[in-house]
């Protein structure tokens, strides 16, 4: 009797063991198949160089062009290129050529219950400055550096920080962008500063394209683009 009523308590104690059992499935990460491909062009206004801009007003302008990939996200990567028009800083500076190519990462921040979004920017860029230093005025001892009357060319790495907000009306996104890049005075020296601050704006046509997720896990179609709808 001893030995039925253990069998009978154990077998018991099995069935309530089992029922409280679960089957944990383990969670199956999901990426996106699809993200965002956005094109842009717009205007840009830079006080140029700032080490080298001898006189208030005399802010460099120039036409800015852009690729950016991600953003289904809180993440997106942008390249872009800004072309500056020449400009004369007179009587110290002529004929000003100055262009730049930068790598950023936009962290989105949407705003919700709308189309918009504000997004904090940090990158990387390469300048390129080249004018004639005449000497002249030179209230910035500029001819310490720099010999007088002569061409004078600098490419030089900087760090980019700033903040965009852009608001997205069907496939078409308008932004504005506030950036400044900090490097060294000339591409030579280990003082860093601030040497230029700009503001854009313009438009961004979205296209819908492959994750790179999808185009890693082997997707057929990985070139095939359409325009966002939404």
């Keep these: 009797m001893r030995i039925v009523l253990i069998y009978s308590l154990s077998f018991l104690l099995c069935l309530s063991v089992q029922a409280q059992l679960r089957v944990i499935k383990p969670v199956k990460k999901t990426y996106p198949k699809k993200t965002n491909l956005a094109l842009s062009a717009g205007f840009t206004q830079s006080v140029l160089f700032l080490a080298r801009n001898v006189k208030d007003n005399n802010n460099a302008k120039g036409l800015s062009f852009s690729a950016i990939y991600g953003g289904s996200k809180a993440l997106r990567v942008s390249l872009e290129y800004t072309y500056y028009r020449p400009i004369n800083i007179d009587p110290t500076w002529y004929n000003i050529n100055a262009n730049t190519i930068e790598a950023n990462l936009h962290v989105l921040w949407r705003v919700k219950n709308t ?14 400055f080249s004018g004639f230093f005449t000497g002249r005025n030179d209230f910035l001892f500029l001819s310490e550096k720099y010999k007088i009357n002569s061409i004078v060319t600098t490419n030089w790495l900087g760090l980019n920080a700033g903040l965009g907000y852009e608001q997205h009306i069907g496939p078409v996104s308008l932004f504005i962008d506030y950036k400044m890049r900090v490097g060294t005075n000339d591409g030579r020296e280990t003082h860093i500063n601030i040497t230029d601050v700009c503001i854009g704006f313009g438009a961004r046509y979205n296209l819908k394209v492959p994750s790179i997720y999808k185009i890693f896990s082997g997707v057929k179609n990985r070139y095939f683009i359409d325009t966002d709808k939404t």
């Excluded at 997004?119 to 390129?128: A, E, M, V």
Aim: hydrophobic share 35%; aromatic share 22%.
């Design 115 to 128: 189309k918009a979004l504000f997004y904090p920017i940090c990158g990387l860029s390469y300048n390129h």
